[in-house]
C-alpha cells in the first residue's frame, strides 16, 4: 500500500468513527509537517518509519519534551495507520473509551445527534467529552425514568448535584447540560428557566501537593543534571517562580524588558489582578535564568515572540504559552529526585 492509501483509510476511519474535529485537524497537520517529508522518497508505506516514531516520540515524553496529550495524540494516530497498512480494523481502545463506556437506547442517541446539529448551526462546538457528557446524562435518565418533558430547573439541579457526587471534574458535564437546555427551550419541549451559560465549572483537585524549599531544590539539582534543554528551561522556571513567588502564568509571559539585571529586579504587571510590581530576584534564580538563556533558549519561527523569555524546546519553536509541560515535569522529577 502507497503512503496515501494508508493515509487517506486513516482519514475513513476516524470521521466516521466520530472523533473530535479538532483532534482530526491536528492529525492532518502532522500527517503534511512531519510525516509526509519522511516519505519523500518511497512511495510504499513503510511501517519501520512509523515503529521510529513511536520509539521517538515515547523517548520525548518520557524526557519531558512532550506534554501528555500531544504524545498520546501522536501515538494514536501512528498506531492506527500501522493497523491499517497491515490490513486491520484499528482497535477500538484509540477511541475515547469515555464515549463508548456509556450507552443509551437508541430513541435517546437519536436525541444526541439532534442535539449536536442544533448546537452546530448555533456555532457552538460539541467537542468528544460534551458528547460523552450527553451521553452519560441520558443514561441517568433512563436509570431514573426521567422523560425530557418533565425535566425542572430542580431535577437538573438534582442530576448536578449527584454527578458531582462520584466525579471530580464536573466542567464538560456543565457544557452538556447547557446545550440540553438551550435545545429543549428552543424547541419548547420542556419548560425551563435555567441558565448555565456563564457557569464556569472547575476542576476541584489539587494537581500538585506544595513543597518545602528542600524540594524545590532537589527538583532543580535533578533537573539540572539532565544536562538538557528541557531541564534547565524547568530550572530557570521553577527558580523564578519559588525564589519570586509570582505566578506560573506571570511566568509564562515575562519578557526581557521585565528583568533588570544590574538591580536584580523583576518589573511586570499581574496577569490576574493586572496590578503593576516590583521584587527582588536572589543571585540563584537569576543565575538559572541565564544558564537558561544562553545555553538552550532558541530564537522563536516568530520575530514578535522573541521579546519573551521561554520558548518551547521542539521545532517550530513558540513562546511557550502555558506551564502545562512544567506541571507535567514537576510530577515526573519528584517521583525520581
Known amino acids: 500500500m502507497t503512503i496515501d492509501e494508508v493515509v487517506d483509510r486513516a482519514m475513513a476511519f476516524i470521521e466516521k468513527d466520530q472523533f473530535s474535529e479538532k483532534w482530526i485537524y491536528t492529525s492532518k ?22 515503529i521510529h516514531l513511536i520509539d521517538e516520540y515515547t523517548s520525548m515524553y518520557e524526557n519531558s519534551q512532550l506534554s501528555r496529550s500531544t504524545f498520546n495524540s501522536r501515538i494514536r494516530w501512528l498506531r492506527i495507520l500501522l493497523d491499517i497498512s497491515k490490513g486491520l480494523e484499528p482497535k477500538s481502545h484509540y477511541r475515547r473509551k469515555s464515549l463508548y463506556k456509556y450507552n443509551p437506547s437508541e ?12 448546537a452546530q448551526s448555533s456555532s457552538i462546538n460539541v467537542s468528544q467529552y460534551i458528547i460523552a457528557s450527553l451521553r452519560k446524562f441520558f443514561c441517568y435518565l433512563e436509570e431514573k425514568n426521567i422523560v425530557l418533558e418533565s425535566l425542572t430547573d430542580e431535577i437538573i439541579i438534582q ?5 458531582k457526587q462520584t466525579h471530580k471534574d464536573i466542567r464538560y458535564f456543565i457544557k452538556a447540560l447547557d ?16 441558565n448555565l451559560e456563564h457557569i464556569k465549572a472547575r476542576r476541584n ?9 528542600d524540594q524545590i531544590s532537589k527538583l532543580i539539582e535533578y533537573a539540572l543534571n539532565l544536562n538538557s534543554a528541557s531541564g534547565s528551561r524547568f530550572a530557570a522556571f521553577v527558580g523564578l517562580t519559588a525564589f519570586t513567588g509570582i505566578r506560573g502564568c506571570d511566568a509564562v509571559n515575562l519578557k526581557f524588558q521585565n528583568i533588570d539585571w544590574d538591580r536584580q529586579l523583576l518589573m511586570f504587571t499581574q496577569l490576574k489582578t493586572q496590578i503593576p510590581v516590583v521584587l527582588p530576584i536572589p543571585n540563584k534564580a537569576l543565575n538559572l535564568l541565564g544558564k537558561y538563556i544562553i545555553n538552550y ?9 522573541n521579546d519573551y523569555i521561554f520558548m518551547t524546546l521542539t521545532s517550530p519553536i513558540r513562546l511557550m504559552k502555558n506551564h502545562a509541560t512544567i506541571t507535567k515535569q514537576i510530577q515526573d522529577y519528584s517521583k525520581k529526585s
Open 159 to 163: 442530576i448536578i448535584f449527584d454527578y
Open 29 to 50: 497537520l502532522f500527517y503534511k509537517n512531519k510525516l509526509l517529508p519522511l516519505f519523500t522518497d518511497k512511495k510504499e508505506f513503510d511501517s519501520k518509519i512509523i
Open 179 to 194: 446545550l440540553i437546555t438551550r435545545y429543549l427551550k428552543s424547541c419548547e419541549i420542556a419548560h425551563l428557566n435555567l
Open 107 to 118: 430513541e435517546n442517541l437519536l436525541m444526541i445527534e439532534k442535539i449536536c446539529t442544533f
Open 205 to 213: 483537585e489539587s494537581l500538585i501537593e506544595p513543597f518545602d524549599p
Open 297 to 305: 533558549r532558541k530564537k522563536p519561527i516568530d520575530s514578535q515572540d
